[in-house]
Nanobody, 129 residues
Framework: QVQLQESGGGSVQAGGSQKLSCVFSGYTYKPYSMAWFRQAPGKEREGLAAIRSSGNRTIYADSVKDRFTISQDSAKNTLYLQMNSLKPEDTAVYYC??????????????????????WGQGTQVTSLT
C-alpha cells in the first residue's frame, strides 16, 4: 500500500525557516512527479512546488518562489521542502503528493491538485507574528 508521511511542521517566528519531510513507502513504481501543497482555513488547496523524479526539474508557485526549495533524496525515499523567510500568510496545513504518470491534468497544470493521485495526511505549519 502506497503511503506518504509528512513531518517537520510546527510553529516558527515570521522570518524564520523550517524544513518539511515526506517519506514514501509501499511504492512499486517511481512517481513521475512529486509536489508540495498547502491549505489554509477557508481557502482552496494551493500548489507550491513540484519536482520530477527523473532529472530533478522543478517548478514553483509565484507565492513561494525564491523562498522555498523542493528537493528529493531517492536513496531515502524522501521529499523535502525547505522554507525560508516565512510569513504569517504561510500558515497552513502542508501536504505532499505524487503523480504516478504524466496525465492530461498534470501536463496542463503541474501545480494543480487534479494531477496528483496519492496524498499524505498533512502537517501544520504556523508562522507567528
Amino acid at each position: 500500500q502506497v503511503q506518504l508521511q509528512e513531518s517537520g511542521g510546527g510553529s516558527v517566528q515570521a522570518g524564520g525557516s523550517q524544513k518539511l519531510s515526506c517519506v514514501f513507502s509501499g511504492y512499486t513504481y517511481k512517481p513521475y512527479s512529486m509536489a508540495w501543497f498547502r491549505q489554509a482555513p477557508g481557502k482552496e488547496r494551493e500548489g507550491l512546488a513540484a519536482i520530477r523524479s527523473s532529472g530533478n526539474r522543478t517548478i514553483y508557485a509565484d507565492s513561494v518562489k525564491d523562498r522555498f526549495t523542493i528537493s528529493q533524496d531517492s536513496a531515502k525515499n524522501t521529499l523535502y521542502l525547505q522554507m525560508n523567510s516565512l510569513k504569517p500568510e504561510d500558515t497552513a496545513v502542508y501536504y505532499c503528493a505524487t503523480a504516478r504518470a504524466l496525465s492530461v491534468e498534470l501536463a496542463a497544470a503541474p501545480l494543480s491538485p487534479d494531477g496528483y493521485t496519492t496524498w499524505g495526511q498533512g502537517t501544520q505549519v504556523t508562522s507567528l507574528t
